[in-house]
Nanobody, 119 residues
Framework: AQVVESGGGLAQAGDSLTLTCAHS????????MAWYRQRPGSQREMVAS???????SYADFVKDRFTISREKGSNVVSLQMDSLEPEDTAVYYC??????????????WGQGTQVTVSS
């Protein structure tokens, strides 16, 4: 199993970008999918998460600007980022807590995708 990100790139302040993360198909269920980011010189921090029951959680610094979502039955999780700020510049990582089989639960990280926001 794995998780693979796509999206990211360059944006100007106020713009929108969408990141997507696909986990491997055929797993039992994705217990939690999340986006983290690591800004230059900082530790990795959680941005948003969505549980298997659909409950979402956001870091205070992205509330009302970013939206995490997953279509029912889809293996793709999206992060819609609106009103981007230069401070959102970071490498964004997808994280998956996957129940690979009924008895096996593992964590996976994507390779990261760069988001750069200019003022």
């Amino acid at each position: 199993a794995q998780v693979v990100e796509s999206g990211g790139g360059l944006a100007q302040a106020g713009d929108s970008l969408t990141l997507t993360c696909a986990h491997s198909k055929g797993i039992f269920e994705p217990m939690l999918m999340a986006w983290y980011r690591q800004r230059p010189g900082s530790q990795r921090e959680m941005v948003a998460s969505i549980r298997v029951d659909g409950k979402t959680s956001y870091a205070d610094f992205v509330k009302d600007r970013f939206t995490i979502s997953r279509e029912k039955g889809s293996n793709v999780v999206s992060l819609q980022m609106d009103s981007l700020e230069p401070e959102d510049t970071a490498v964004y990582y997808c994280y998956g807590d996957l129940r690979v089989t009924f008895r096996t639960r593992k964590s996976y990280w994507g390779q990261g995708t760069q988001v750069t926001v200019s003022s």
